[in-house]
C-alpha cells in the first residue's frame, strides 16, 4: 500500500483544479468536510461545479467566494437556521447555474458513474418540470413492455470531498456506528479521486480491529489528512453536534455581501491552521458546546 | 397511553396543537412514518400517533433511524437526538430507497411546499418564470420529487395559509400532483397522490373527479369565506362545511408536557 | 410492532405455497438457512423456483427431495467438495431448468425488484450466449449515445429465506461483523414475504444497544425463528465453520440417487427438532469441531 | 522478503510451484488481486507476489476480505480463514461491483473455465448443444460473464491441459474472450479481454491480429509439439518457443514452507 498522508494545502492544492466537478459530502448542518471546503476558498479555487445531496454552510460559503459556477443537488438548505442566502443570492443573479435533480435521479446518476454504467433508471420526476431541466435525464421506454421511466445519466465528479471519524495512512477509512449519510456510500466510489479528511489517523492495526467498520477501502482514495472537528460547525455524530451558536452568526450576516465577506476572512482566510480556526470559531468553551450534543 | 380515548374536548388548545391531532389521525399502526428536516409538526404527529391511536407506528426518524425512543421533539428533525436508541440505521443511499421506492412500505409521507396549487401539485424548486434566472432560488425537491411519482399517499402541511403558498398553478412542478388535474395524473400510470392539505386555518383534500382542492372542515373560530379569502384560487367548498374536530385535553397535555415541551412545532410558523 | 416470532413449521406452512419462486441466502458452503431448507423439504413443496447468487448442499437437496423445478442464479457449486450431483442430474434429466445470469445480472434483477423498476442495466454478458438464454436480458440503446447494455427484467420472489445471528420478536435483524453476503444485501428487499431464522432471538433493547448491526427492519419481515446452528452444515461466522465431515458424507452418497434419499431421511425427514437433527448430524461433538474453525 | 532477487534457479519445483510463479509474475504494487472459490493457485500466486517482487499488490480475498493476513491457504478460498485481520469487509451486492465495474480498480482477474476455446470464450455453463438440456451441467457462469465483457484482464488457468479443456470452439460462450476473433470483439466495444493461459504444460497468450491463441513458452521437460497435441486444435506456434522460467529456490521454499504447507495447491490437480 501506498502513504495517503497529505496536507489540505497539498491536497487540494494538487488534486483540485479550477473548473472541476467537486463532490460534498453533506446534508443541511451535518458530516461536511468543511477544512476541506475552507482550503477551496483559501487557494482561490474558481469555476468549481458542485454535487451535493443536500447543501448547507459549505455551499453558501462556496457561493459566496465565488469558488463554484453550478450546482448539481437535490436541496439546499441549513434546516432550521433557514436558507443559504449567499447561495440563493448566486443563483438569482445569474452566477450559479443549478441542476436540480431528485434524491433517487442523483443517486442513480452517481451510482452508474460508480459502476461504468451509460446511465440507471428511476421512476421518480415522471410529470415533474425537473426533466426538462436536465440534458442528462430523458424518459425511455421499458423494453419489457411497461411504463416508461427517466433515464439519468452517468455522474462522474472529479474529485470527492469526505470526513471520517477514522483513517489509517494508506487511505482506508472508518466509521464508528453513527447514521451513514448517503453520500459516503456513492459519491467517492463515482469520483475519479478522493481527499478524506479524518479526525485521527490511526495505525492499521487498530483498523484491522473493526473491519466491518471500513466504509472506503484505501485503494480508491488519494489523500488523507488529519483534521480534527475537521466537520465543525456541521454535526459528526457520535463525536460532536453541530454548532448552533456558528450557524446563527452565519445566518445572521449572510444576507449581506460585505459582512458575508468579513466573516470568511475572519474565519476562512486568516486562520492558518485548524487549530488558529477553531480559536476564531469559539476554541476551547466552542468545543464543549459542541461535544454537549447528547443532552440539547 | 391511558387515557387518551375517554379525555374530554380540549378549549386551551393552539392551531399547531390542532394541526398535530389532524396529521396524528393519518396514521395507523399499519403504517411505517418517516420524516425529513425541519418537520416540526410531522414529528409531533408521529409521537401523538405512537402515544395515543398508534402504539405500533413505525417510525423511521429523519429517514435514518428506526423506531427510535426520542424523548422530546429536537431542535432539528434530522439531527442525531432525534433518533436516539434507534433500533436500525438505515443508511439513505444504499438502503433508504430501497424500502421507499418498494411500493408495500412507507407508503405516507408528511410534505411541505413553497407552493402548492389546485390540483395539488408542488413547487420547492424556484418562483418565477425563468427556472434558470429565478426570482427566488427555493431550497429545491430533495425526496419530493421523487415521492410525487411514486404512488405515495401525500400529506402537505402548510403553517401559513395564504395566497402565495396556495396558488392556482405553480410556476414550477417540482413534485407532481394530479397535474392538470381531472384523469391526468391516472393517465401517465402514476397511482397515489396528495391526498390531504392542512393548514393553520383549516384541512383541504381533492374532489374525486375534478381532482381540484376541495375543503374538507374548517378549523374552529374559522369560516369558509376565510379560507377562500385566503387562497389563490376557487377551493370546492360543500355547501355545508364542518369544523375540524378539536383535540382532545389529554393530546394537548402530551404535545405540550412529553412529546414538545420546548415549543420546537411554533417555529413553523411565521 | 407486531410479533413475528414463529415455528419452522408455522412460517414455510403459511408463508411458502406450491410453485412460489423463493429467494435463498447461500454461498456455496455458506450461510444458508438450512433449517428452512430442511423444512421444505419435510413439508413436501412441489414446483418451487429458486433464486440463488451460488448455491451449495441446500440446492443439491432440495434437487434430490424434487421440491425445486428452477433454478435462478449465478453458479450452483460447494466449492471443495465439488459439483452438486443431485441438482447436475435433475437439470440433465430435464426436471430443473436454469435460467443462468452473471452476478450483477442478477443483482440487477433484484435490485430492480426491490425498487419497483422494470429493469436495471448491466454491461456484463454482452458477447455471452447467456443473453439469449434468458427472456428477462435483452439489449438495449443508450439514450445518451453510448454502446448498448443489458436490460435485466425485475424480479420478485414470492418469499426470501434469510438467516442471522440476532434478530427480536418484532423482526429486526442482527449480524455480527463478519463478511456479509450480497443475499443479506438485496434479496430480502426484493421479495414480497421474508422469512428468518437466527440463532438467539433477543429482546429490542439487544438491538438497540448496536443499531449499525442491524441488516434489516422488522417491518419487512414475516416470521422470525429462534434456531441454534441454523445454518449448519454450512458456515456461520463469526460462530462456527462449514461441516467438512457432513459436506464429505454428502458428496459420497450424492451421485447415488437411493444413497441421497437415505441420507436425507435421516438427516431431514425423521428428526423433528433442531436438536434431533444436529444430533443426528453429529451431535456435541460435531458442534465443537464447528466452533474450532478459527485453528484450522 | 530478504533474498527472493538474488536465489538461484530451482531445480527441484512441482508443476503447481510453476504455474504459480508465472501466475505471481502478473500483478504488480499498481494492482488489486481479487479471489473466488476453489482458487489455490492464484491465492498462492498473490501471497507471492506480496512476500517477493509486489509487497504493496493490494488483495481482496474472496472478493470480500480486504488485506489479509492469512498466515496460509486454507481448505477454502471462499470462507472465513482466508480473510483473517482484513481491514475492510467489502459486502458483495452494495459494493463489490462498485468497485469491480468501476473499471479503474480490480482490473485483472485469474479466471478458471470448464473449456476455452482457441478465441479464449470461456464456458461454465453446459457441454453438449442443447442449454435446456445439457449432456453436463456445469456450475455457471457467477462472475466472469460479467468480467469477459467490462474490459478486465482476463489470466486463465489450467491444471489439466488437454482436448477436452481447451476445445476449438465452446458449446456455450459464458464469457467473451474475443469472439470469432480478429477485431470482432473490439467493434463490439468490449476492452480488455483474456491475456495469458496458464496451464500445466505451457503459457499461451493471443496472436494480437487474429486472437488465435498462441504458444508462449513450454515448462521444461515438455515440448511444443506435446503441447498442441494435447489441445483441441491448432495454435499459433512460433518457429521457437523459449521454455517457461523456472522458480527460484526461495520461490519454492516460500510456497512450500510460508505459503501453502498444507499443499492445498495439490487439490487442483486430477
Same mark, same amino acid.
Given at each position: 500500500?501506498?502513504?495517503?498522508?497529505?496536507?489540505?494545502?497539498?491536497?487540494?492544492?494538487?488534486?483540485?483544479?479550477?473548473?472541476?466537478?467537486?463532490?460534498?459530502?453533506?446534508?443541511?448542518?451535518?458530516?461536511?468536510?468543511?477544512?476541506?471546503?475552507?482550503?477551496?476558498?483559501?487557494?482561490?479555487?474558481?469555476?468549481?461545479?458542485?454535487?451535493?445531496?443536500?447543501?448547507?454552510?459549505?455551499?453558501?460559503?462556496?457561493?459566496?467566494?465565488?469558488?463554484?459556477?453550478?450546482?448539481?443537488?437535490?436541496?439546499?438548505?441549513? $434546516?432550521?437556521?433557514?436558507?443559504?442566502?449567499?447561495? #440563493?443570492?448566486?443563483?438569482?443573479?445569474?452566477?450559479?447555474?443549478?441542476?436540480?435533480?431528485?434524491?433517487?435521479?442523483?443517486?442513480?446518476?452517481?451510482?452508474?458513474?460508480?459502476?461504468?454504467?451509460?446511465? %440507471?433508471?428511476?421512476?421518480?420526476?415522471?410529470?415533474?418540470?425537473?426533466?426538462?431541466?436536465?440534458?442528462?435525464?430523458?424518459?425511455?421506454?421499458?423494453?419489457?413492455?411497461?411504463?416508461?421511466?427517466?433515464?439519468? #445519466?452517468?455522474?462522474?465528479?472529479?474529485?470527492?470531498?469526505?470526513?471520517?471519524?477514522?483513517?489509517?495512512?494508506?487511505?482506508?477509512?472508518?466509521?464508528?456506528?453513527?447514521?451513514?449519510?448517503?453520500?459516503?456510500?456513492?459519491?467517492?466510489?463515482?469520483?475519479?479521486?478522493?481527499?478524506?479528511?479524518? $479526525?485521527?489517523?490511526?495505525?492499521?492495526?487498530?483498523?484491522?480491529?473493526?473491519?466491518? #467498520?471500513?466504509?472506503?477501502?484505501?485503494?480508491?482514495?488519494?489523500?488523507?489528512? $488529519?483534521?480534527?472537528?475537521?466537520?465543525?460547525?456541521?454535526?459528526?455524530?457520535?463525536?460532536?453536534?453541530?454548532?448552533?451558536?456558528?450557524?446563527?452568526?452565519?445566518?445572521?450576516?449572510?444576507?449581506?455581501?460585505?459582512?458575508?465577506?468579513?466573516? %470568511?476572512?475572519?474565519?476562512?482566510?486568516?486562520?492558518?491552521?485548524?487549530?488558529?480556526?477553531?480559536?476564531?470559531?469559539?476554541?476551547?468553551?466552542?468545543?464543549?458546546?459542541?461535544?454537549?450534543?447528547?443532552?440539547? | 397511553?391511558?387515557?387518551?380515548?375517554?379525555?374530554?374536548?380540549?378549549?386551551?388548545?393552539?392551531?399547531?396543537?390542532?394541526?398535530?391531532? *389532524?396529521?396524528?389521525?393519518?396514521?395507523?399502526?399499519?403504517?411505517?412514518?418517516?420524516?425529513?428536516?425541519?418537520?416540526? &409538526?410531522?414529528?409531533? @404527529?408521529?409521537?401523538?400517533?405512537?402515544?395515543?391511536?398508534?402504539?405500533?407506528?413505525?417510525?423511521?426518524?429523519?429517514?435514518?433511524?428506526? !423506531?427510535?425512543?426520542?424523548?422530546?421533539?429536537? @431542535?432539528?428533525?434530522?439531527?442525531?437526538?432525534?433518533?436516539?436508541?434507534?433500533?436500525?440505521?438505515?443508511?439513505?443511499?444504499?438502503?433508504?430507497? =430501497?424500502? @421507499?421506492?418498494?411500493?408495500?412500505? &412507507?407508503?405516507?409521507?408528511?410534505?411541505?411546499?413553497?407552493?402548492?396549487?389546485?390540483?395539488?401539485?408542488?413547487?420547492?424548486?424556484?418562483?418565477?418564470?425563468?427556472?434558470?434566472?429565478?426570482? *427566488?432560488?427555493?431550497?429545491?425537491?430533495?425526496?419530493?420529487?421523487?415521492?410525487?411519482?411514486?404512488?405515495?399517499?401525500?400529506?402537505?402541511?402548510?403553517? =401559513?395559509?395564504?395566497?402565495?403558498?396556495?396558488?392556482?398553478?405553480?410556476?414550477?412542478?417540482?413534485?407532481?400532483?394530479?397535474?392538470?388535474?381531472?384523469?391526468?395524473?391516472?393517465?401517465?400510470?402514476?397511482?397515489?397522490?396528495?391526498?390531504?392539505?392542512?393548514?393553520?386555518?383549516?384541512?383541504?383534500?381533492? !374532489?374525486?373527479?375534478?381532482?381540484?382542492?376541495?375543503?374538507?372542515?374548517?378549523?374552529?373560530?374559522? +369560516? @369558509?369565506?376565510?379560507?377562500? !379569502?385566503? +387562497?389563490?384560487?376557487? &377551493?370546492?367548498?360543500?355547501?355545508? *362545511?364542518?369544523?375540524?374536530?378539536?383535540?382532545?385535553?389529554?393530546?394537548?397535555?402530551?404535545?405540550?408536557?412529553?412529546?414538545?415541551?420546548?415549543?420546537?412545532?411554533?417555529?413553523?410558523?411565521?
Amino acid at each position: 500500500m501506498t502513504d495517503k498522508l497529505a496536507t489540505l494545502e497539498d491536497a487540494v492544492g494538487d488534486l483540485v483544479s479550477d473548473g472541476d466537478v467537486v463532490a460534498l459530502q453533506n446534508m443541511a448542518t451535518q458530516a461536511a468536510p468543511m477544512a476541506l471546503v475552507r482550503e477551496l476558498i483559501r487557494q482561490g479555487k474558481r469555476d468549481l461545479g458542485l454535487v451535493v445531496l443536500v447543501g448547507g454552510m459549505a455551499v453558501d460559503w462556496l457561493a459566496a467566494a465565488g469558488t463554484i459556477n453550478r450546482l448539481i443537488g437535490a436541496a439546499v438548505s441549513m $434546516e432550521q437556521f433557514g436558507l443559504c442566502q449567499q447561495y #440563493r443570492a448566486a443563483v438569482e443573479r445569474g452566477d450559479v447555474t443549478v441542476e436540480e435533480l431528485s434524491e433517487t435521479a442523483l443517486n442513480a446518476r452517481l451510482g452508474a458513474g460508480a459502476r461504468n454504467l451509460p446511465f %440507471l433508471p428511476t421512476k421518480g420526476l415522471i410529470g415533474t418540470d425537473l426533466i426538462d431541466q436536465s440534458e442528462n435525464l430523458v424518459l425511455i421506454d421499458d423494453p419489457f413492455g411497461g411504463r416508461p421511466v427517466v433515464a439519468c #445519466r452517468a455522474l462522474v465528479p472529479d474529485v470527492a470531498l469526505v470526513h471520517a471519524h477514522r483513517a489509517d495512512r494508506e487511505g482506508n477509512i472508518q466509521y464508528e456506528p453513527t447514521i451513514l449519510w448517503p453520500d459516503i456510500g456513492i459519491m467517492p466510489k463515482a469520483a475519479q479521486r478522493v481527499i478524506v479528511t479524518a $479526525e485521527e489517523i490511526v495505525d492499521t492495526s487498530r483498523i484491522r480491529e473493526n473491519p466491518d #467498520r471500513t466504509v472506503l477501502p484505501g485503494f480508491i482514495v488519494d489523500a488523507v489528512i $488529519e483534521v480534527p472537528y475537521g466537520a465543525h460547525p456541521t454535526s459528526f455524530y457520535p463525536r460532536y453536534g453541530y454548532d448552533t451558536s456558528f450557524h446563527m452568526a452565519w445566518a445572521k450576516v449572510a444576507r449581506d455581501a460585505e459582512a458575508a465577506k468579513g466573516f %470568511l476572512d475572519r474565519v476562512v482566510r486568516e486562520p492558518d491552521t485548524q487549530a488558529e480556526y477553531l480559536n476564531a470559531a469559539g476554541g476551547a468553551q466552542m468545543i464543549a458546546a459542541i461535544e454537549r450534543w447528547r443532552t440539547t | 397511553m391511558s387515557d387518551w380515548q375517554s379525555s374530554p374536548t380540549a378549549t386551551d388548545y393552539t392551531i399547531d396543537e390542532l394541526m398535530i391531532t *389532524v396529521l396524528a389521525r393519518q396514521f395507523t399502526n399499519e403504517d411505517q412514518a418517516c420524516n425529513g428536516m425541519a418537520s416540526f &409538526l410531522p414529528v409531533s @404527529a408521529f409521537m401523538l400517533a405512537r402515544l395515543t391511536h398508534a402504539p405500533h407506528l413505525t417510525w423511521l426518524a429523519g429517514a435514518a433511524g428506526l !423506531e427510535p425512543k426520542a424523548s422530546k421533539v429536537p @431542535a432539528s428533525t434530522l439531527e442525531s437526538p432525534l433518533w436516539a436508541d434507534s433500533v436500525m440505521y438505515i443508511e439513505q443511499y444504499g438502503d433508504f430507497w =430501497n424500502y @421507499a421506492l418498494n411500493g408495500r412500505w &412507507l407508503t405516507k409521507f408528511c410534505v411541505g411546499a413553497a407552493q402548492l396549487d389546485q390540483f395539488g401539485n408542488a413547487n420547492n424548486s424556484i418562483i418565477g418564470s425563468d427556472y434558470h434566472r429565478p426570482k *427566488v432560488r427555493l431550497p429545491g425537491t430533495a425526496g419530493l420529487g421523487d415521492m410525487g411519482s411514486i404512488g405515495k399517499l401525500l400529506y402537505y402541511w402548510n403553517p =401559513n395559509h395564504g395566497p402565495r403558498s396556495l396558488v392556482e398553478k405553480v410556476d414550477f412542478i417540482s413534485a407532481a400532483g394530479y397535474l392538470g388535474g381531472g384523469s391526468e395524473r391516472e393517465d401517465m400510470g402514476l397511482t397515489g397522490g396528495p391526498q390531504l392539505v392542512v393548514t393553520n386555518l383549516a384541512v383541504l383534500d381533492f !374532489e374525486p373527479d375534478s381532482k381540484r382542492m376541495r375543503l374538507q372542515s374548517v378549523h374552529p373560530g374559522t +369560516t @369558509a369565506e376565510e379560507v377562500q !379569502e385566503a +387562497t389563490g384560487f376557487e &377551493l370546492v367548498t360543500p355547501e355545508s *362545511v364542518p369544523e375540524t374536530a378539536p383535540p382532545s385535553v389529554e393530546q394537548v397535555r402530551l404535545i405540550r408536557e412529553d412529546i414538545d415541551p420546548d415549543g420546537m412545532r411554533k417555529r413553523e410558523f411565521r
